[in-house]
């Protein structure tokens, strides 16, 4: 069992930036690839990034790429989501999540979830 724990989100104006981390429970961290989803009221839970095992391998949407970086720390067995060039549209509940698969990307299953952070941009 793998729990997770999100922190860091909060209120930031349009342009701004904030970081988010997910803290894991288990050792075991290194062998699950990791990822960031969000949901905005009204909508679907959507993918935002995923990060392999080592943190060599990272993908994205479309719609964060170049403005939001996922990254790991296998010793602190936390995952991070830096997220700059905020916009209105970037507000949702944000999500970690693991999975067993060796490689990570937004259609591999994950077995595990936070109880996620609000994130909430204005403009």
């Known amino acids: 069992q793998v729990q997770l724990v999100e922190s860091g989100g909060g209120l930031v104006q349009a342009g701004g930036s904030l970081r988010l981390s997910c803290a894991a429970s288990?050792?075991?961290?290194?062998?699950?690839?990791m990822g960031w989803f969000r949901q905005a009221p009204g909508k679907e839970r959507e993918f935002v990034a995923a990060?392999?095992?080592?943190?060599?391998?990272?993908y994205y949407a479309d719609s964060v790429k170049g403005r939001f970086t996922i990254s790991r720390d296998n010793v602190k067995i936390t995952v991070y989501l830096q997220m700059n060039s905020l916009k209105p549209e970037d507000t949702a509940v944000y999500y970690c999540?693991?999975?067993?698969?060796?490689?990570?990307?937004?259609?591999?299953?994950?077995?595990?979830w936070g109880q996620g952070i609000q994130v909430t941009v204005s403009s």
């Open positions: 999540a693991a999975s067993p698969s060796a490689q990570a990307g937004p259609s591999r299953p994950y077995n595990y």
């Open positions: 288990v050792r075991t961290f290194m062998n699950y690839a």
């Open positions: 990060i392999g095992l080592s943190g060599g391998s990272t």
